[in-house]
């Protein structure tokens, strides 16, 4: 079965230092990769994927992802935090029999001033 | 979101009561979906559409109904709410096919069920 681990509840980070939110996976074949962003009371705003070519993904705000294949990873970087990162991502990967997108339970990042 | 809305926003139910959520969509794809948000669950598939009246269960489908007749529109229905569906249930359409592949979640409705 698809799945994806996101294996920090929280992440704490001062402005101005790179971030790192970790995301693993579990597919049969390719997998399609996605990063989202939730800020409080909001919905959940696309940030990045990966579906094939150049294994680092350039999205939104500044943020990418690297996808390694031999780790099953597909950690979600920035290399200078904001205060304004502060917000819950979810790291998700498709299943591709039935489109449908597998998440996983979420990471708060919180950046201090 | 552009092209996805959902309704109500905010709805407080009493136990017991049927509950409806709409989701409408101005995409034309083919794909649509509902999740519900839980602190620890991250989204939970409830139940997805592939098509007009194609339906199929998610991993936490039970206590819940969906109904496709449009393109559209697609609705989910608490048949008989309880407090454990006290959720945020999110809607959702996928760009298969399309070289713009992805997957594009509505605003979402917090219902509290009491």
């Known amino acids: 079965a698809q799945s994806v681990a996101q294996p920090e509840d929280q992440v704490n980070v001062a402005e101005g230092n790179p971030l790192t939110v970790k995301c693993t996976y579990s597919v049969s074949g390719n997998p399609y990769l996605f990063w989202y962003v939730q800020y409080p009371n909001r919905g959940l705003q696309f940030l990045l994927k990966?579906?094939?070519?150049?294994?680092l993904v350039k999205g939104s705000y500044g943020f990418e992802a690297e996808f390694n294949k031999s780790q099953t990873s597909f950690h979600l970087k920035k290399p200078s935090a904001l205060v304004s990162d502060s917000a819950l991502y979810f790291c998700?990967?498709?299943?591709?029999?039935?489109?449908?997108?597998?998440f996983g339970t979420g990471t708060r990042l919180q950046v201090f001033p | 979101d552009a092209g996805i809305t959902q309704s109500p926003r905010h709805k407080v139910t009493e136990t017991g009561t049927p509950v409806t959520l709409r989701c409408h969509q101005t995409?034309?794809?083919?794909?649509m979906y509902w999740y519900r948000q839980d602190p620890g669950h991250g989204l939970r598939l409830i139940h997805y559409?592939?098509?007009?009246?194609?339906?199929d269960k998610g991993e936490v489908s039970d206590g819940y109904s969906v109904s496709r007749s449009k393109t559209e529109d697609f609705l989910l229905t608490l048949e008989s709410a309880t407090s454990s569906q006290t959720s945020v249930y999110f809607c959702a359409i996928s760009a298969t096919g399309s070289p713009n592949y992805g997957y594009t979640f509505g605003s979402g409705t917090r219902l509290t069920v009491v």
């Open positions: 998700a990967v498709r299943d591709k029999d039935t489109d449908k997108l597998i």
């Open positions: 995409e034309n794809h083919r794909y």
């Open positions: 559409s592939y098509g007009v009246k194609d339906t």
């Open positions: 990966y579906i094939t070519g150049d294994n």
